[in-house]
């Protein structure tokens, strides 16, 4: 079983950046076969994927919405994905989750993940 602490979100202001990171955990030697994502949830909205990232990096996918202000990112020696938002805007204000996939699985850019963590909110104010 893996689990996903994410840490990294907080308060900011409109313009400025945050950086979420996600500690994998049980995943024992898999983690580097493991994609991951990024989604988020704001209040009465839909949850929706932010973005998403292969084994070992090569492939990336991003939200039209956050394209060109957040980079999805991994570290395998560490167990570790990260979410760079930059030029952050309100309508970013949302709970952030990390997610995992079974290993061996490809990346997707939909759903099909498998593990979520708890979250962390993310709050930009104007």
């Known amino acids: 079983q893996v689990q996903l602490v994410e840490s990294g979100g907080g308060l900011v202001q409109a313009g400025g950046s945050l950086r979420l990171s996600c500690v994998a955990s049980g995943s024992g030697r898999t983690f580097s076969t493991t994609a991951m994502g990024w989604f988020r949830q704001a209040p009465g909205k839909e949850r929706e994927i932010v973005a998403a990232?292969?084994?070992?990096?090569?492939?990336?996918y991003y939200a039209d919405s956050v394209k060109g202000r957040f980079t999805i990112s991994r570290d395998n020696a560490k167990n570790t994905a990260y979410l760079q938002m930059s030029s952050l805007k309100p309508e970013d204000t949302a709970f952030y989750y990390c997610?995992?996939?079974?290993?061996?699985?490809?990346?997707?850019?939909?759903?099909?993940?498998?593990?979520w963590g708890q979250g962390t909110q993310v709050t930009v104010s104007s």
């Open positions: 990232i292969s084994w070992v990096g090569s492939t990336t």
């Open positions: 997610t995992a996939r079974r290993p061996l699985r490809h990346m997707s850019a939909r759903d099909g993940y498998d593990y």
